[in-house]
């Protein structure tokens, strides 16, 4: 598991390399990885390049299995894995490929306030929100869903939420999905799934799900930003959650209904099960993994209100007074049915995105109106102690890469490797001496999300806006941070 | 060597664990897999839970075992401290778990494991041992 991996990477250009479909028997398509040279050794380290071709192998998938520059070992499906099955050519569906934690995903709010008005105040103002937000292991939240309520989380999602207040209509007009997918059905969700799922909407959860205050400090294309609202030394909030254990339990429940039906001569790895798109198995988990997505935007969209309250106690105005309005939000574990190109047609297919983002590009119908012109927002967190990115789609990305581009930094280190080697109190000076406020509930927290734990992640968004299937709009520079 | 041993990866933890038999196998796993969710110490037996679950075979077996105490953990918050096999076989596993509720004064909580993948999943043996490894989405 650790040793190094030698397969063939041969190159397509700067920013992407090519598995050959001819490298392992079973392989239905070639396998690509974005990355460049550089990367490579990295990506190299581990096995995720296998990785990528195992799940060449699933049947029904179209062009490439593809992998984002944040590519990391997983199991089964790599972290940054793209792959797009024809369910007309019996293509199938993987919990695998979407993950536990079912539409974990981001957030990014913007405000009125400059860095300038706040820049004294940041601990005050992380404090607060520490008290505001559940985070942590076993945290609970404020809500517990009985009755119709659950079953209406699950079909509505952060329309839920805002239907109960936390939240307003125009929040939802710049939610993937608005909030929610269709064809959510609460029927196909076991009563294990609700029980690991009730106590936590509106809680961060552990790990690297975090809250962050951020200053936009570098802006790459002014007039995208215009449209999004932001300037140079804006404050914005970055919210990082998922569907929590509700999720969990769903993928578990669905790996464990589709591996009656495994077989072990045609897919490499039993974490790869899945079941065809048109099978009763595939549309069961379909329409459970979409009440596990829902429940995860209702979740982060209850989270940005915390953070609303939050930031409207501290400075004693109305939240909408201090204009913090959602920028946008996007899934990053997910399978969507979306309609993309192949072969000169144009075809439903299923896109798994599995640590990948949704990148869709100018006048695409699925995004807000507002944003037509520029294209759909894509929000890149990196660690702690560096920088995050806002990026915008681009038909590049229609075109290569099923509308898809990468979702963070990346693990390099492993968890017991970054506590291990990480000194605590000298990360925790560090962070301070670049004016940067860390609370953590977990105690091994601050050294398991360690920044050098992580890729530089502007090595990876410049990849990707090399390949040309993003664009760079911002960077955020991290104030405070909230991590679980 | 019998017991367990932490895997290292990249993003994840793995379990690889030792036994003079599959019975150790089940029950040394656990012990791993509670000693990544919590802290061992302070944990005392005062409430006991059966556990009963069935699989295709007994790599599978082995990881809704795992599931289930996990399931104990997740909903129940029992924290496990000693594990017992009442009766197994390659599809069936009967036995429990001893512990208590956790009690965030006396506890302490060190990951949250989403779920027991079937990744690199395996059992077999080698020489007079028996040995496994797991992996857990953390």
Redesign the interface.
Known sequence: ??ESWTGPLEKVNDFCYEIPRTYKSGMRVPGRIYANQKMLEDIRR?RAPEQVANTAFLPGIVKYSLAMPDI?????FC?GGVVATDPDKEGVIAPGGV???INCGVRLLRTRISYEEIKNRIEALINLLFQEIPA???SKGGIRLAGKEKERVLIEGAGWAVRQGYGVERDLQFTEEKGALKGADPGKVSS?AY??GKAQVGTL???NHFCEIQVIEEIYEPEISKVFGLFKGQITVMIHSGSR?FG?QI??DY??KM??HFDKSKLP???L?CAPLNSKEGRDYFSAMSCAANYAWANRQVLMHLVRKGFAKFFGQKWEDLGMELVYDVAHNIAKIEEHKVDGKRKRLCVHRKGATRAFPPFHPDIPHEYKQVGQPVIIPGDMGRHSFLLVGTEKAMEEAFGSTCHGAG???????AIKSVNKSVLARELKSKGIVIRTA???TLAEEAPQAYKDVEDVVDVVQGAGISKKVCRMKPLGVIKG | MRGYELLEHTADIGLRVRGKDIEEIFIYAAEGMFAIIAGTEGIETREEIKIECEAEDIEELLVNWLSELLYCFNVKRILGKEFFIEKLEENRVKGGVKGEEFDEERHLLLNEIKGVTYHNLRIEKKGEMWEAEVIFDV
Do not use: N, P
């Open positions: 598991m650790s581990d990391h070992w997983g199991y089964g972290i993950g536990y934690d942590g292991l076993g294990r029980e690991r959860g552990s790990g254990g969990y993928c578990d790996l464990k591996l009656v790895d039993r974490q099960v693990r390099l280190m492993s968890r017991t490797a977990g105690k091994e």
